[in-house]
């Protein structure tokens, strides 16, 4: 064996043995509510499908008209060889929805977090980071080379002190959080955080893959239901929307810039046509899904207050994400597979994607989950409640410790 395969080797065993080893499952056939895994039908309670759109017929004919008619690639970056008219028409279809001057498309909410932070900061800079952002952003503050100052979880007076602290000794000072965050489901305290961006002539970016389509005003975000302008808003194309791919939004001059400076966008492949097509069609469906919306939130309020009668610790909240705390690594993946066994799929979250010590269960359900499909789950968790309920935990901030070594 080599020397790289056996440090390989090495280093799989070590994961093994902490728990810590991924192997997802396969799944035949589409994304929907219900997933076909190894042969059997069970209930997807884990997606960021939120209204079910991965697999909505008119999203997959946008799609494949595009793609008889363009064909499959974009061919290269489109500095290189041309923005071509499905990039187009999906940018002008985002910044109308969202009320903004302008949108930029990317291959990947990652890519876009990364291009954006590092387009925006630099080492004379300052970025200030939620303790709990997503480790996109993680990627793109440290890509940027300014100063990082993490700031504790949704704390604005954390936020304002360091702001104060050190301000003055940076050219720029970026302020970035998640709106709805990913693995806890609570909402960043977004007034606040526009309102220290003005007194501190700061700039402000949010992250909503998790909100867009999902909250705010005809699934606008939760900018949008806060009343804040972010200077940039990184939306994800891969979650509520159905397709794949991200967009950067913001006014005319700032996107412009992110253009010629982001490093993921200008030394990447545009998207394919059918990506950006399939982007506009899903902009209009999620434009006018109000009544998912509504059966979204129906079902994670039913979920939460089901789980926790159960003697789950649910945290309250309004969100379609359902953090459920175990801690340990290995039971959680235990947990998993007793749910997998009853016929519910849930994904086991572990170190690094969440902080040591908070491993969880993270519930979504789908807007396109029938009440039976959300029943079925609750008894699935009501016969594991004397095996793990008292094992649980609400999210425990305190424990966060956010940029890893
Ligand atoms: C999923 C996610 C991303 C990355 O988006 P992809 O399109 O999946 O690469 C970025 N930020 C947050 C908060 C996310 O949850």
Do not use: W
Request: aromatic share 4%; hydrophobic share 45%.
């Amino acid at each position: 064996m080599s020397t790289l395969a056996s440090q390989a080797d090495l280093a799989l065993r070590q994961l093994e043995g902490a728990g810590l080893m991924r192997r997802p499952c396969t799944v035949s056939g589409a994304q929907g509510p219900e997933l076909s895994i190894d042969a059997r039908r069970v209930v997807c309670l884990c997606s960021n499908n939120y209204l079910g759109l991965a697999n909505h017929p008119s999203i997959s004919a946008a799609a494949a008209h595009a793609l008889l008619t363009a064909g499959v690639g974009a061919a290269a970056s489109r500095h290189v060889c041309g923005t071509m008219d499905f990039h187009k028409k999906a940018e002008e279809r985002l910044s109308r929805f969202l009320g903004a001057q302008a949108a930029l498309l990317f291959s990947t909410g990652y890519a876009a977090n990364l291009g954006v932070l590092q387009a925006l900061a630099g080492p004379q800079d300052i970025v200030l980071s939620d303790a709990l952002n997503h480790a996109s952003i993680i990627d793109g503050c440290r890509l940027s080379r300014a100063k990082v100052l993490v700031f504790d979880h949704a704390d604005p007076d954390h936020l304002a002190s360091l702001l104060h602290t050190h301000r003055s000794s940076a050219e720029r000072a970026v302020i970035v959080t998640e709106a709805l965050f990913s693995m806890d489901g609570d909402i960043a305290p977004l007034s606040h955080l526009a309102e220290l961006r003005s007194r501190y002539e700061a700039a402000l970016v949010v992250d909503e893959a998790h909100s867009l389509g999902v909250m705010g005003p005809r699934g606008t975000g939760l900018c949008a239901s806060h009343g804040v302008q972010p200077d940039v808003l990184v939306g994800t194309l891969g979650k509520a929307f159905g397709a794949a791919g991200a967009f950067a939004a913001g006014p005319n001059s700032i996107v412009q810039l992110i253009e010629n400076r982001a490093r993921s966008y200008i030394f990447s492949t545009a998207p394919p046509p059918s990506i950006a097509a399939a982007a506009a069609a899903a902009t209009d469906l999620v434009e006018a899904a109000d009544e998912g919306r509504a059966r979204l939130t129906s079902h994670a309020a039913r979920l939460r207050s089901a789980l926790s009668g159960a003697g789950f610790r649910v945290p309250a909240g309004e969100s379609a994400i359902i953090p459920i705390l175990v801690g340990e690594p290995r039971s959680v993946m235990r947990f998993s597979a007793d749910l997998m066994e009853r016929g519910v799929f849930v994904h086991g979250f572990r170190p690094p994607s969440v902080p040591a010590e908070t491993s969880r269960l993270r519930i979504t359900p789908m807007a396109t989950h029938d009440p039976f499909h959300v029943e079925h789950c609750i008894q699935a968790f009501q016969s594991l409640a004397p095996r793990y309920a008292r094992s649980t935990s609400s999210p425990t901030h305190a424990l966060a410790v956010c940029l890893p070594k």
